[in-house]
């Protein structure tokens, strides 16, 4: 599997959300922040600062699902990544 | 036994149908002997209904109407009466109009009282139509002018005899005012020890036969928690915490992160929060959520109530807990409450329907307290209904840390409410009582000033017209102490021709003369006061009417 140009599919990391405070928020608080993050499985040809196993945020209003092979896969494009950890 | 009749249902009136293009209603007009005869005749009707339940051989009343459950109602209690009487006679039904306004008017100023002032009523003008009928050379407006001066002078003297209330004395004022009920006196007097004399003590319907109170020490709201996961007492359903911040809003919180400056403190110090606010559903989630598994102490309730009354119990609560008020209203902004804003209460209980918060000292002001109640008695002496008095008492008791709720009970719907009446009437007179003193009862007091007292022949009458003022009062303070003796079927001069001192009477339960007080035979000072006042002020109108004008109208037996 291979992304063209500077498409990146990446895979959504669940996990639960707590504030620096120690506060607990619900998948539903979580759901309300513009930026996601995610874990990179493959990037695209042309993408250069992205590479495979990168975990990032991303802007989830540009984002896309598919399904390959039974697995849930997100498909981005590299501007609308914001953060490399 | 007295029955009234009211003929009324069996017949249907109409205006004048002959003038009903016209495009104006006709009048009847009345003057002079025959409009004063008709009013008087008005009085009389509704005083010889209501002044036979006066004291504690006072009869029983049976009243039909579709107002009251089962269409009837048994009742010793005089406002109850007089509230069910409307004549068939326009003119009659004014007067009994005016009168039960100023007897409605005793019963919200002071509790009881409103036999009294009816029975005072109708002697006032019975005896003022008697003076100015034998003596035509008399100044009408001169002669009432007199009268309220001078009753003027007895409210004075009223003042001065009254005698603070005790504790032991608390049970008799309940029990004579629950028209002599023993059970009843003791329950009402034993709910005023315990919530204090500042406390407030308000009545409601059980759902049981019993009768029975409750009594809670603290802030009470009438909502519960918004998730059953706050519970962390399963025996009782309840969330129960010692030593808790508050947080008292108006504004719905939409997102958690609103509260991350006032939460911040409470997570990192594992402190304890209520939350007085509406939250929506996500919140509450989250915050159960934080509950369940972050083992957080939050507890959310919603504000009590609704609209302005809603705005004032916040501000109530947030006084006694020392809170910022944050508030839609003010244009506050809940993202900048932080941990400083929020009250603190001793300990909290949460049910599914009340919350119940124990005050500490640790945020609020004493004094600032003590402005707000000072402020809420003062527009309870002003609210003019029931319903906004009692609303204001409940703050007033919120603030002040007592509240006692008696909840009523009976057999029948019928028993439960008269019960209800009484014990309501009760209620208000031991305030009454605890507001301004008590005096001996019976209508000796009033008995006394008119005819032992040195405060009428101390009054030097310059006109004519004051002397007959004088004799007027003089008779009428007279008649509600003659009227329960009348009921009691003993003439007054069998008891009272030997007795002369003030507290000195006789005690009808006992059958024996005594020291009033000391028996128990007391009234609130201020049910005498209020009747007194009411009843000159409603026979002053009728002796000063000379015209009445009424809308004409036929009577038609129903076809």
Redesign the interface.
């Given at each position: 599997m291979k992304p063209i140009g500077k498409y990146i599919v990446i895979s959504n990391i669940e996990e639960e959300v707590k504030t620096d405070t120690g506060l607990l928020l619900s998948a539903r608080d979580a759901d309300e922040f513009r930026y996601k993050k995610a874990k990179v499985v493959a990037s695209g040809t042309d993408v250069t600062h992205i590479k495979e196993g990168d975990v990032i945020h991303y802007d989830k209003g540009h984002s896309f699902t598919m399904v390959i092979s039974g697995h849930h896969y997100t498909i981005i494009q590299e501007r609308d990544v914001v953060i490399v950890l | 036994m007295l029955h009234i009749r009211c003929e009324d249902v069996y017949l249907w009136y109409q205006i004048k149908s002959n003038y009903m293009n016209l495009g104006y209603s006709p009048k009847d007009l009345a003057f002079d002997e025959e409009a004063q005869g008709k009013l008087v005749s008005g009085i009389k009707k509704l005083s010889k209904a209501v002044k036979s339940t006066l004291g504690p051989s006072g009869n029983t009343v049976l009243i039909e109407s579709p107002n009251h459950t089962h269409g009837l109602t048994v009742t010793k209690d005089g406002v109850t009466v007089a509230k069910s009487i409307d004549l068939i006679d326009p003119i009659e039904n004014l007067a009994v109009k005016i009168v039960k306004q100023a007897a409605d008017r005793t019963a919200t100023e002071a509790g009881d009282g409103t036999t009294t002032s009816i029975v005072l009523t109708e002697s006032l003008i019975l005896n003022g139509l008697d003076h100015l009928n034998a003596n035509p050379s008399l100044n009408r407006t001169e002669l009432l002018r007199s009268l309220v001066e001078v009753s003027d002078l007895v409210v004075e003297k009223l003042k001065q005899s009254g005698k603070k209330l005790t504790n032991a004395m608390l049970t008799d004022v309940a029990t004579i005012s629950a028209n002599n009920d023993k059970n009843i006196g003791g329950i009402i007097a034993g709910v005023y020890k315990e919530v204090g004399k500042s406390g407030i003590v308000t009545v409601e319907r059980s759902q049981s036969t019993e009768t029975y109170a409750e009594t809670t020490l603290g802030l009470k709201i009438d909502r519960g928690y918004l998730s059953p996961l706050f519970i962390n007492d399963q025996k009782k359903d309840e969330c129960v915490y010692e030593d808790v911040m508050v947080l008292v809003a108006d504004m719905e919180i939409s997102?958690?992160?609103q509260l991350?400056l006032v939460?911040?403190p409470i997570?990192?110090e594992n402190k304890k929060i209520l939350l007085i606010a509406p939250c929506n559903v996500?919140v509450v989630?989250?915050l159960a959520?934080?509950v369940m598994?972050?083992n957080?102490k939050i507890v959310a309730i919603q504000p009590p109530s609704f609209g302005y009354k809603q705005h004032e119990l916040m501000q109530d609560i947030a006084v006694s807990v020392g809170a910022t008020y944050y508030s839609e209203k003010t244009g506050d902004d809940l993202s900048l409450i932080n941990y400083s804003d929020l009250g603190h209460a001793a300990k909290v209980i949460v049910s599914s329907d009340k919350t119940i918060l124990i005050k500490s000292t640790a945020r609020s002001n004493q004094q600032t307290i003590d402005e707000r109640v000072a402020q809420l008695w003062q527009s309870h002496a002003q609210a003019a209904k029931k319903a906004d008095k009692d609303f204001l008492l409940e703050r007033i008791a919120s603030l002040t840390g007592g509240i006692g709720v008696i909840y009523v009970g009976g057999n029948t719907d019928l028993e439960q409410k008269e019960l209800y009446d009484r014990v309501d009437d009760a209620v208000c007179a031991v305030r009454s009582a605890l507001e301004e003193g008590i005096l001996p009862g019976s209508g000796r007091a009033l008995h006394h000033i008119a005819t032992q007292d040195t405060m009428f022949s101390s009054i030097v009458p310059h006109s004519a017209e004051k002397l007959a003022a004088i004799h007027i009062l003089k008779q009428s303070l007279q008649a509600p102490l003659n009227q329960i003796l009348t009921n009691a079927g003993i003439s007054v001069h069998s008891v009272y021709d030997d007795v002369t001192e003030f507290n000195m009477g006789y005690n009808l339960k006992t059958g024996s003369h005594g020291d009033l007080i000391k028996m128990g035979v007391v009234d609130p000072l201020k049910v005498t006061r209020c009747a007194l006042q009411n009843a000159i002020s409603v026979a002053v109108t009728i002796l000063s009417t000379n015209a009445i004008v009424t809308m004409a109208r036929v009577y038609e037996p129903q076809p």
């Open positions: - | 997102n958690i992160l991350e939460l911040k997570i990192q996500n989630n989250t959520a934080n598994k972050n957080l």
